[in-house]
């Protein structure tokens, strides 16, 4: 079994859809857990962090599920500049493990 | 500005040359790594340092070799006993290795002929 593993997609929404990323990981002592953002030929940049009590940012939602071993994270209101590559990420002792990301188009 | 810089940018090769990427960060952090990112692969570790003189191997590590001499550089060669260096190469950098977020430099893509 992989460490971190991810639907790769394409989802493919409508501006102003809901659209629901999942992630499941592996390693049960995993403490940190991560969305990053990653646009085509692009280093990944940060999104947002995962608390064990979910957080929320605008209209990004990220929350942990400890006992089944996953995160998600929630995208309200698709807008166009969403379109990118979503990689989520946990921590394996001393690195942060990826998974393989999620493609997703929001078209007009 | 802070960041990580990574340079080159964009790197030719021939094959059997060794070839050295370069990675500085003034975040005054103490761990750094490096990735590799191939189309449908996600991002693989290749090698980590959580202090200045010490590195560990990650997942990947045949036909690469680094150094941590100095707390803001963490160069990568990859060598001429990778069998297919043809990638995308990402450096990072997090406060405290282990459990903080990673911040990355914009990446070197290197292609083999």
């Known amino acids: 079994r992989k460490e971190v593993e991810q639907d790769p997609g394409p989802f493919n929404v409508p501006e102003g859809a809901t659209v629901a990323f999942n992630c499941t990981y592996s390693n049960s002592a995993s403490q940190s857990f991560f969305w990053y953002r990653q646009d085509c030929r692009k280093e990944p940049k940060l999104l947002m962090s995962v608390y064990s009590s979910g957080n929320e940012d605008g209209r990004f939602t990220a929350q942990l599920n400890r006992a089944s071993q996953y995160i998600s994270l929630l995208i309200r209101d698709s807008k166009l500049s969403d379109s990118a590559t979503y990689l989520c990420?946990?921590?394996?002792?001393?690195?942060?493990?990826f998974g393989k990301g999620t493609s997703l188009l929001v078209t007009p | 500005d802070g960041g990580i810089t990574q340079s080159p940018k964009y790197l030719f090769r021939k094959e059997g040359q060794n070839v050295t990427l370069s990675c500085e960060q003034n975040l005054n952090h103490d761990a750094m790594y490096w990735y590799r990112q191939d189309p449908g692969q996600g991002l693989r570790l290749i090698y980590y340092s959580q202090i200045v003189n010490d590195f560990q191997k990650g997942d990947i590590a045949e036909g690469y070799s680094v150094s941590r001499e100095k707390k803001e550089s963490f160069p990568l060669t990859v060598t001429s006993a990778q069998k297919n260096p043809t990638a995308f190469y990402l450096c990072a950098s997090s406060l405290t290795g282990g459990t903080g977020e990673l911040f990355f430099g914009e990446g070197s893509r290197l292609t083999v002929l």
């Open positions: 990420a946990v921590n394996s002792g001393y690195a942060l493990n």
